[in-house]
C-alpha cells in the first residue's frame, strides 16, 4: 500500500529565510508526487506535481521540489519565503492506474516570523 | 467555472441524526473524490468516483457512511445515523481523469461538521 510520511510537524522560519519542508513516500513502482497547500477555512491548491522526466519540478508561487528515488523524498524548497505563505503543506503520493488513487501525508504547519 | 462547489460549509446536529453532504464538481471532470480531515488521522480518502461510477470505497469508515453519485454534477455523502467521533472537515474533491491519471485535483472549500 502507498504511504507518505511528514516528520515535521511544524516549522517556523523568519521571512526572507529558505525553507524545506520534508516528504517521503512508500511506493512499489515509480509514483506520482504531489504538493497541495491549504489556507485556513480553505480547501487544497495544488503547488506542483511530479510524474516522470526531470526530477527538479517548479511550481507555483516560487516552489520546487526534487524527487530522489534513493531517498524516496520528494521534498519541498523555497528560496526566500514570504509571510503569506504561512499554511499547511500536504505531500500526497498516487497510485499508477485504477483512477489514480491519491493519499496524503498528514501535514506540515508553516508559520512565517516577521 | 465557480469551482468545486460543496454544501452546506457548517453543520450542526444531534447524535443519531442523518447528515447530507453534497457536492458539485467542475464541469467536464470525470473523478470526484471524497475525504475526510481531521487533526488526529490527517487527510483520509473516503471513496472515489469514476465517470459516476465508485471505484474504490476502502477508506469508508462503515455502513453508517454511504456516498452516490447519480450522474457527472452531483454527488453526496451521508452519514446515517451520526456520531460524535464523526466530527470533521469533508471535503469534495474533483479531477480530469486523463490515461488513467489524475493530474491535479481541485478541492472544495470544505464542510464543518459538527456532531454533538
Known amino acids: 500500500a502507498q504511504s507518505v510520511t511528514q516528520p515535521d510537524i511544524h516549522i517556523t522560519v523568519s521571512e526572507g529565510a529558505s525553507l524545506e519542508l520534508r516528504c517521503n513516500y512508500s511506493?512499489?513502482?515509480?509514483?506520482?508526487l504531489f504538493w497541495y497547500v491549504q489556507s485556513p477555512g480553505q480547501g487544497l491548491q495544488l503547488l506542483l506535481k511530479y510524474f516522470s522526466g526531470d526530477t527538479l519540478v517548479q511550481g507555483i508561487k516560487g516552489f520546487e521540489a526534487e524527487f530522489k528515488r534513493s531517498q524516496s523524498s520528494f521534498n519541498l524548497r523555497k528560496p526566500s519565503v514570504h509571510w503569506s505563505d504561512a499554511a499547511e503543506y500536504f505531500c500526497a503520493v498516487g497510485s499508477t492506474g485504477g483512477g489514480n488513487k491519491l493519499t496524503f501525508g498528514t501535514g506540515t504547519q508553516l508559520k512565517v516570523e516577521l | 467555472d465557480a469551482g468545486v462547489i460543496q454544501s452546506p460549509r457548517h453543520e450542526v446536529t444531534e447524535m443519531g441524526q442523518e447528515v447530507t453532504l453534497r457536492c458539485k464538481p467542475i464541469s467536464g471532470h470525470n473523478s470526484l473524490f471524497w475525504y475526510r480531515q481531521t487533526m488526529m488521522r490527517g487527510l483520509e480518502l473516503l471513496i472515489y468516483?469514476?465517470?459516476?461510477?465508485?471505484?474504490?470505497d476502502s477508506g469508508m469508515p462503515e455502513d453508517r457512511f454511504s456516498a452516490k453519485m447519480p450522474n457527472a454534477s452531483f454527488s453526496t455523502l451521508k452519514i446515517q445515523p451520526s456520531e460524535p467521533r464523526d466530527s470533521a472537515v469533508y471535503f469534495c474533491?474533483?479531477?480530469?481523469?486523463?490515461?488513467?491519471?489524475?493530474?491535479?485535483?481541485?478541492f472544495g472549500s470544505g464542510t464543518q461538521l459538527s456532531v454533538l
Open positions: 468516483f469514476n465517470n459516476n461510477v465508485p471505484i474504490d
Open positions: 474533491a474533483s479531477s480530469l481523469n486523463s490515461q488513467g491519471r489524475n493530474e491535479k485535483l481541485f
Open positions: 511506493y512499489g513502482a515509480t509514483p506520482y
